[in-house]
């Protein structure tokens, strides 16, 4: 039985650090075990310019000098995509380095999605430009219409939204991001290697029985919500493919305890503090280790153009358990980490 594993240090292509004293509590989590980190535009109000993008990017910089960890932590930035989102802002700030994507919110969509996308038509000429220049287009790949179900968000948004955008602009690159469901790991296998789908650590461990059955699980929730079995298995399938488009993002996503369990809870799961113990765990059980780097440190990083990173992180498998992560102050309450509901006897060294 394998009970070590050394890996380049991985990357988290989906993280939302939040800002201000959230920022500052979360951030350390991420810093410890992650070399570069997507990080999420949906702050109030969001990063929607390249201005936006430098000036959180230096606050994010400044929290983790001030965590006291001691990483090559590099956050990657995004730009939350609007219909007033002008082209050649996003160009350059590619051109730079600033940015590494640009993000797509259906308005409605999840937390702060309040200035997203309407129409694609209205976002076309960005949509161009990156195309142009090859900028990853980032998704939340759910429809926001009242009409459809919320189980089906996913697969609907793929057929109405994806395909018709994928024909259009056939050069544009798309990440669709937190992928839930078999339809999700479909549309990347049928992208051309122009879809990529990055997967959460909790839609890779729990489904909607975890969530409902027994009692309502408010730490559960998160958006695109998790989804039955038969979908589970599909993404730890994909994970664990060893396929260069499927990877880790972990949308990691703390909300104050408070704003979770409420009469209206919010989306999210805190998972940064034990991400690589959860998936070392999924991968274990589909005796897959020896593709957990894929996963983790290798395919998103030549998705998003980088070097795999040449510093290692190393993972044992312990008798122990670890303990659960505690949870995060804040000032006025506190954030709880996720609890993968089975024991993670995989501990980073
Ligand atoms: O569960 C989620 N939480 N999904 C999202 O898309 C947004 C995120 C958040 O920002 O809280
Ligand atoms: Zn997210």
């Not at 070399?35 to 000036?55: E, F, G, K, W, Y």
């Not at 609007?82 to 050649?88: I, Y």
Request: glycine content about 6%; hydrophobic content about 40%.
């Amino acid at each position: 039985m394998t009970t070590r594993l050394t890996l380049a240090r991985p990357d988290d292509w989906h993280l939302h650090l939040r800002d201000g004293a959230t920022l500052e509590s979360v951030v350390a989590a991420s810093a410890r075990d992650f070399h570069r980190c997507l990080i999420m535009p949906n702050l109030v109000p969001p990063v929607v310019t390249s201005t936006d993008a430098q000036a959180y990017k230096e606050r994010i910089l400044a929290a983790v000098a001030r965590s006291g960890v001691d990483s090559d932590f590099t956050p990657m930035m995004t730009l939350y995509l609007t219909e007033s989102t002008n082209p050649s802002d996003v160009v350059d700030a590619a051109a730079t380095g600033l940015i590494q994507a640009v993000k797509l919110y259906p308005a409605g969509a999840t937390t702060n999605s309040d200035s997203g996308v309407t129409s694609m038509d209205r976002v076309m000429p960005v949509l161009e430009a990156m195309a142009a220049n090859d900028i990853v287009l980032c998704v939340h790949g759910e429809v926001t219409t009242p009409e459809v179900d919320i189980f089906d968000r996913e697969a609907r948004f793929i057929e109405t939204v994806l395909h018709p955008l994928r024909q259009r602009l056939p050069e544009l690159r798309v990440t669709l991001e937190h992928i839930t469901t078999a339809d999700g790991v479909q549309a990347v296998r049928d992208g051309d290697g122009q879809v990529a789908g990055s997967i959460t650590p909790h839609h890779l461990m729990i489904n909607r029985n975890h969530m409902l059955v027994g009692g309502i699980r408010p730490h559960y929730y998160c958006l695109p919500i998790v989804k039955r079995e038969a979908h589970r298995q599909a993404l730890v399938q994909a994970a664990t493919s060893g396929e260069a488009r499927f990877f880790l993002g972990t949308d990691s996503a703390p909300h104050a305890r408070g704003a979770k369990e409420s009469a209206c809870g919010c989306a999210g799961v805190f998972n940064a503090p034990n991400t690589l113990s959860c998936v070392a765990t999924v991968f274990e059980q589909a005796e897959a280790l020896d593709k957990m780097e894929g996963f983790v440190s290798v395919h998103g990083a030549r998705w998003y153009g980088h070097e795999v990173s040449d510093a290692t992180i190393t993972l044992e498998r312990r008798e122990d358990a670890r303990s659960l992560d505690p949870c995060v102050a804040l000032e006025q309450d506190d954030i709880q980490p996720f609890d993968p509901g089975v024991p993670l006897y995989w501990h980073v060294v």
